[in-house]
């Protein structure tokens, strides 16, 4: 498709050619349109974040809000214990599941992708078939579990099972060591180094822009995660963020509110944004190629 | 006896590589008998009772099961869930399979619109559902807001229960951006050559994109499109932050009813049917799909 449209059209009737023209031009409104539409609930979102209630009740809206309210941001912040819910999201949830699964998930790949075991194959067909287990037949089982263990409202059912591996991210990091040439690992198995030295000291190193991939994917699923936290934590000083921004929520629905409902939610909505749109703004290209990899045949 | 034999190690050098293979993949071992096997199998055991996580699960044999036939609500949200499968993912794949064509033709400001398409995908799903709430507000959202201000009739997107389902499949295919970088990198693939070909032989742009590209990629449509149906049946968390289900139950989805019964009304073993329905509803699909997509799908090199 890249570059069909503008090879020369010498054997081509007038016709084909306006066309083909036409396509050209048909491209660049969808193109255009489409992503004016993407990045509105985006500049709606931001824009409303700086607004008073007397800019957010108007018709027609208003698109560039002035006087601008920037302080939003920080009342709609301390309105809430949105410090403690970011560390709860942050320290207690995304960075031991993230270090959980980026150690396991590696560790098992390894064992995929570099060491010659009878059954292995069968063993990693399984990985792949859990993927199609919906998680909705395993919670409430899971549930009674950690229930019984005195684990509801504590941070174990959502960091624990992080650290036994994802089948997702085996199959990414497993894709990857298949790719390191096997000479790395026999010239350091003739020297004696053992599996785990191997494993450590050479391929490690050399995946870590896969690892940093891994580890992106699993810091950014739990700070955007709803559900796990919804069902396990229930006490509001051990919510994370996407709980605690459902407070401001409620004002929103409340019949005659006059207390900045609206700019405050979207100020906190574009609070917790912005971390992911850093993260992509500094790492398109692991995002991309990360989630092109899982495309490409498994 | 011979090809029990066969499966096992033999030599010394087999059994060493086995055991260290093993050990590195115990981690997904056991965690797949302790969060999957043993809650899958404790799922279907409580499929079979009554239980309340206050007193022991009672035995009920196949009651549970034989209560969704005539339950009025079962009914409901299979219906809403099944009319979400067949609209969300296909126009989900359509919108991600455009976003790509687009992006993958010559213009001008390439990795820009890719960012703006990819973004959406990975937003949190809670900023997704507040911001779309406001944005389709009845009286001050943006879109009738102005509608109310050039004198035409509101429309209301989240408000009406005819409207709510095919406000969700827009935001749905607004955050398609996964999908459509696994089709760029597909589509990536198709070789130049094909397209030079058939232009020389005088094919439009048209009959290239029908004949070439869409066949080209078609393993990967089929596959989005089952990683979509699966998603789509599990539904969730959109429906639940933005109306818990409503207006008038139109988006409750199957995965909303049964996170109600069981860590709402704590009906644990009727919610354990509901996922085991879920969870062979899901293979079902996936199987006939897999079955009927042999004439739709192009494996390059494949005699068949």
Do not use: C
């Amino acid at each position: 498709m890249a570059t069909q449209l503008t090879v020369t059209h010498y054997s081509q009737p007038w016709h084909g050619r306006a066309l083909d023209l036409l396509v050209q031009i048909l491209k660049y409104v969808v193109l255009i349109v489409l992503a004016i539409s993407f990045l509105l609930p985006f500049y709606w979102m931001v824009s409303s974040a700086v607004k008073n209630d007397a800019q957010v009740y108007v018709v027609p809206p208003i698109w560039f809000p002035r006087p601008q309210f920037w302080e939003n941001f920080w009342n709609a912040w301390n309105s809430e214990t949105f410090n403690l819910w970011t560390f709860n999201t942050v320290v207690r949830y995304a960075l031991p599941a993230t270090f959980g699964t980026v150690l396991s998930s590696s560790l098992v790949a390894y064992s995929f992708a570099r060491i010659d075991w009878k059954g292995r194959n069968a063993i990693f067909a399984i990985v792949l078939a859990t993927m199609m287990v919906p998680d909705w037949v395993r919670l409430v089982p899971l549930f009674v579990i950690f229930k019984t263990l005195g684990w509801i409202n504590t941070f174990n059912p959502l960091v624990v099972p992080a650290f036994f591996g994802n089948a997702f991210f085996i199959f990414l990091l497993r894709q990857f060591f298949l790719a390191l040439p096997l000479e790395l690992s026999d010239a350091a198995r003739i020297d004696g180094a053992s599996e785990l030295r191997i494993f450590v000291r050479i391929i490690l190193p050399l995946s870590k822009a896969a690892l940093a991939v891994v580890a992106l994917f699993t810091f950014m699923n739990a700070w955007n995660d709803y559900l796990g936290p919804l069902i396990y934590i229930n006490q509001v000083d051990k919510w994370v963020l996407t709980l605690g921004v459902g407070r401001l929520r409620s004002a929103v629905d409340e019949i005659g509110n006059t207390k900045l409902a609206y700019p405050w939610l979207m100020a906190v909505s574009s609070l917790i944004t912005l971390p992911v749109f850093l993260a992509f703004f500094f790492a398109q290209r692991s995002f991309i190629e990360g989630i092109s990899l899982t495309g490409l045949k498994g | 006896m011979v090809a029990l034999r066969r499966l096992l190690p033999a030599t010394q050098r087999e059994w060493r590589n086995f055991l260290l293979g093993v050990a590195f993949a115990s981690p997904w071992i056991i965690g797949f008998l302790a969060f999957t096997i043993f809650p899958v199998g404790s799922a279907l055991y409580y499929s079979f009772t009554r239980y309340d996580l206050v007193r022991d699960p009672v035995w009920l044999g196949m009651q549970n099961y034989i209560a969704f036939a005539d339950d009025a609500d079962f009914r409901l949200v299979a219906g809403n869930t099944l009319w979400w499968v067949l609209f969300s993912s296909p126009l989900g794949v359509f919108s991600a399979f455009l976003m790509a064509l687009l992006l993958n033709s010559r213009i001008i400001f390439r990795s820009f619109f890719r960012a703006i398409f990819f973004f959406p995908a990975i937003v949190p799903v809670v900023v997704t559902a507040f911001v779309w709430i406001f944005l389709l507000n009845i009286q001050y959202g943006a879109i009738n807001s102005t509608l109310q201000a050039w004198g035409f009739k509101t429309i209301p997107f989240i408000s009406s229960p005819d409207l709510m389902k095919w406000s969700l499949v827009v935001i749905h295919m607004w955050s398609q951006g996964a999908a459509m970088v696994i089709f760029l990198a597909t589509l990536q693939d198709v070789p130049k050559s094909l397209y030079e070909a058939a232009t020389v032989d005088g094919a439009n742009a048209f009959r290239r994109m029908w004949n070439i590209t869409v066949p080209m990629v078609s393993p990967i449509i089929l596959f989005n499109l089952v990683m979509s149906f699966i998603g789509g049946f599990q539904y969730f968390t959109l429906p639940w932050i933005m109306t818990q289900g409503g207006p008038s139950r139109s988006a409750e989805f199957y995965a909303i009813y049964l996170y109600r019964n069981a860590f709402q009304w704590f009906r644990m073993g009727k919610a354990s049917a509901l996922a085991w329905v879920l969870f062979l509803l899901i293979l079902l699909f996936t199987y006939l799909i897999f079955r009927t997509s042999g004439r739709f799908v192009y494996y390059a090199g494949a005699t068949r």
